[in-house]
């Protein structure tokens, strides 16, 4: 009995300590809902806030300036004109020695005469021996000539054509070595091409100068254009006949108006910006050609969806 009362306490101890073990382990239960989740409403994309006006710089340029190159190689013999002068179209500035070219143009020009004068000789003769032809032909139809007479005499006026063409061909030839000579004469005179300024003279008196070389630097003085680019953004933005504002950053307090002459149609990818061209209108003032100004462009408002 007493092994009996030992166990069955034993039993009772170790079924309290496994009911204490298991409710540690369990966590507490409730019926209470989790509180909802609260979503925050998605940010709206900010508009794209452009600036109400964009400056960008460009170049004052114009329409006519070129550096004038010799078309021959030769010995400049005169300067007639000189930096900073103005010159009309035309105007002779410098001059290389053509006594040369003279010579070889006088030949040639004699030649054309001698080729000339043969021409009417030959043309001439034609004529003879035409006359010649047909009095045979009428003295074979009377019977008083052979048939080789005849024939005889028609080949002969027949021959003849032939060298009058060769002499036109011949005159021909003359003539077009004559005109190529002129034209290398005209190449001895360095004149201005249009109406403008001598920048730079590149010469001097006595010089040999070869084919390319460079002689003067001439350009006009107006219309003065400004050349400048925008960005891709602006392509749309801006059109032709459109007024602009400019200002030099050397120029204080001098304003001017341009207006808008040119938009090229395509933007440059590899740059991602667009050329304009625009023309300075009214007085130039102190604005020269080569100078740097900023043109002020108005950008309109953003469109913003509602």
Same mark, same amino acid.
């Given at each position: ?14 079924? +309290? ?11 507490? +239960? ?5 509180? *909802?989740?609260?979503?925050? *409403?998605?940010?709206?994309?900010? *508009? ?39 010159v009309k179209a035309g105007r002779l500035l410098a001059q290389l020695d053509d006594r040369q070219i003279t010579a070889n143009l006088e030949a040639a020009r004699a030649k054309t ?31 008083l000539t052979s048939q080789e007479q005849l024939q005889h005499a028609k080949y002969k006026a027949e021959s003849d054509q032939w060298d009058i063409k060769r002499v036109k061909e ?47 630097? +001439? ?11 925008? *960005? ?75």
């Open positions: 009995m007493r092994r009996l009362f030992m166990l069955a306490g034993l039993s009772g101890v170790l079924l +309290v300590a496994g009911c204490g073990e298991e409710s540690k382990s369990t966590p507490g +239960v409730t019926n209470a809902a989790p509180a *909802p989740t609260v979503s925050k *409403p998605a940010a709206k994309p900010a *508009p794209e806030i452009l600036q109400s006006e964009i400056s960008v710089s460009g170049p004052i340029i114009v329409e006519h300036q070129v550096e004038l190159t010799a078309q021959r190689d030769g010995i400049v013999e005169k300067i007639y004109a000189d930096a900073p002068a103005r005469r001698s080729i000339a004068a043969d021409l009417k000789n030959w043309e001439s003769e034609a004529e003879v021996l035409k006359a010649d032809y047909g009095r045979q032909k009428n003295l074979f139809d009377l019977g011949n005159l021909n030839t003359a003539q077009q070595e004559e005109q190529s000579l002129e034209l290398e004469l005209e190449k001895t005179k360095i004149m201005a091409p249009f109406e403008g300024l001598i920048a730079r003279r590149y010469i001097r008196e006595g010089q040999n100068v070869a084919k390319g070389d460079r002689l003067f630097w +001439v350009t006009a003085e107006a219309p003065l254009l400004i050349r400048f680019t925008l *960005p891709e953004k602006m392509f749309g933005k801006i059109r032709t006949g459109q007024t602009l504002e400019l200002t030099s950053p050397d120029l204080a307090g001098e304003k001017h108006s341009a207006r808008v002459k040119q938009v090229s149609p395509v933007v440059d990818p590899s740059s991602g910006t667009f050329e304009v061209l625009a023309e300075i209108t009214g007085a130039p003032g102190s604005l020269r050609p080569g100078m740097t100004a900023d043109a002020h462009i108005k950008n309109p408002p953003p469109e913003i969806n509602k």
